[in-house]
């Protein structure tokens, strides 16, 4: 496997790019995290997922995007996924660009450049990430998943431990850059207000092993 930010590539392509999620059951040893978990998510179409710290919301997302194979059940993807993590999961001792360039081998110096400008890292291409601001780091990691041309992008936590300012600034380039690139999204939040601006629907995980709440909350009705 490669960088985790690009993921899924074993995966055959969907013949109508729907992403179809049936777990039955995923467990750590003896512990249960998640029971019946099923939903789809249609292209295009942009699904938060909820519910208490430690319930299995990146348990799940790391179940969709293929890194963890050990469950049982069944998760149809397309092929090309992005990964933004928790945490930015960056390549510390080399530059900002060369996180877009090392990930991305097609991508040319210009477009890693293009890229970093999108986010506002147009000063930042030569520095580390080290050298860069939490916010900063979230929106490398954000150049760099959409650099792949996700058909489905899976964002867990985005916008947690950000100042308000800089929280605001990330969910409107989030906002913006799905709705140019319009990847099928699935994003974890704690945040009710980020799940409704930037979702059409909100699954909540509950329960102990975790399933959906019963009914998917609408937020703004049918897909776009
Ligand atoms: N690699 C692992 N080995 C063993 N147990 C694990 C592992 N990863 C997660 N767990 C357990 O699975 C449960 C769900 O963890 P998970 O990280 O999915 O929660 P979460 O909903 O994402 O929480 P948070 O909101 O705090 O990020 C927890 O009880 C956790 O301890
Ligand atoms: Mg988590």
């Not at 194979?69 to 530059?95: C, H, N, Y």
Request: proline share 8%; net charge neutral.
């Amino acid at each position: 496997m490669g960088d985790p930010a690009t993921l899924g590539t074993a995966r055959a392509p969907l013949a109508d790019g729907m992403i179809r999620v049936e777990i039955k059951e995923k467990r750590f040893g003896r512990l249960p995290v998640l029971s019946h978990v099923a939903f789809e998510v249609a292209p295009a179409e942009t699904v938060a997922i909820t519910g208490p710290s430690g319930i299995g919301k990146s348990t799940l997302l790391r179940i969709v995007a293929g890194i963890d194979k050990e469950f049982a059940g069944r998760v149809d993807t397309p092929a090309r996924i992005a990964m933004v993590f928790q945490e930015p999961t960056l390549l510390p001792w080399r530059s900002a660009r060369e996180n877009l360039t090392l990930v991305h081998p097609g991508l040319t110096r210009a477009e890693a450049d293009a890229a970093l400008a999108r986010v506002g890292l147009a000063e930042k291409a030569g520095d580390f990430p080290g050298q860069l601001s939490l916010g900063q780091q979230r929106r490398l990691a954000l150049a760099r998943a959409f650099a792949g041309r996700p058909e489905l992008l899976i964002l867990d936590e985005p916008f947690v431990s950000l100042d308000p300012e800089t929280a605001e600034t990330m969910i409107a380039l989030t906002e913006a850059l799905i709705k140019e690139a319009r990847p099928a999204t699935l994003f974890v939040t704690h945040s009710e207000t980020e799940a409704r601006r930037l979702a059409t629907r909100i699954l909540s995980l509950r329960g102990s092993p975790a399933t959906l709440a019963p009914h998917a909350v609408p937020i703004k009705g049918v897909n776009p």
